[in-house]
């Protein structure tokens, strides 16, 4: 008999985030508990520096994704970036259970992976991943048999008729011991190489 409940476990609250021409795939862990968001979407607690390292990134402005006052993230313009840049957004897990009742990766057990495989093969612009934490990074790795990345770094995965890159990114989280500027960085070098720094998806089709 399975050690985890059904009453232990907890499900997915989002759907996966996958725009049209999709060019890159970022994948963290799992959503933090609801009482922690601050909207209703990806990376949505209000300490965590995602939505600002990507305005660090396209905008060269930390709050270009932050309402400060209100201490709510801008959903609209989020997504209307991400869309524009071919930019997917979804977790490692479907189905987890919390060991210890925190946000923490560490106390995370995977009980149901997100089939990757299947979100790419819906995806055929998709020649990019990128896992944003250690837990997401060893998830990803486990389905396609590849070895995990070091932060910052990537390797290629043979899947069907193309090659998949697999970029490591340092976590979000204010935990992981990096500062905001180093972390953007990281981000931006990786947004560069796979060009989407510098080209939108719709630039993409327009040049072909």
């Known amino acids: ?15 996966p985030f996958l725009p049209s021409g999709m060019r890159i795939l970022m994948l963290g862990s799992f959503p933090p508990s609801q009482k922690r968001w ?6 949505p ?12 990134c396209f905008h060269s402005d930390i709050n270009y994704f932050v309402d400060s006052d209100s201490k709510v993230f801008k ?11 071919g930019i997917g957004i979804y977790d490692t ?16 057990r995977v009980i149901t992976p997100t089939d990757i495989k299947a979100i790419l093969k819906e995806a ?5 991943i990128v896992t944003t934490g250690e837990k997401a990074t060893e998830v990803a790795a486990m389905q396609f048999g590849s070895g995990c990345p ?15 890159t697999h970029y490591r990114m340092p976590s979000s989280s204010r935990a992981y011991p990096m500062k905001i500027e180093r972390k953007a960085e990281c981000y931006a070098r990786m947004f560069k190489e ?9 630039e993409l089709h327009n040049k072909k």
């Open 1 to 15: 008999m399975n050690s985890t409940s059904v009453m232990d476990a907890e499900r997915h609250p989002l759907k």
């Open 38 to 43: 601050c909207m209703d979407f990806f990376y």
């Open 45 to 56: 607690n209000f300490s965590n520096d995602m939505w600002r390292i990507f305005g660090i």
């Open 75 to 85: 959903k609209e313009k989020i997504i209307k970036e991400l869309t524009e840049r």
């Open 93 to 108: 897990a479907l189905e987890v259970e919390r060991t210890k009742n925190t946000a923490s990766d560490k106390d995370l």
């Open 124 to 128: 055929p612009e998709c020649d990019t």
């Open 150 to 164: 070091k932060v910052g770094c990537h390797v290629e995965i043979p899947f069907e008729e193309r090659s998949i």
């Open 194 to 202: 796979t060009l989407v720094l510098h080209t939108t998806t719709q």
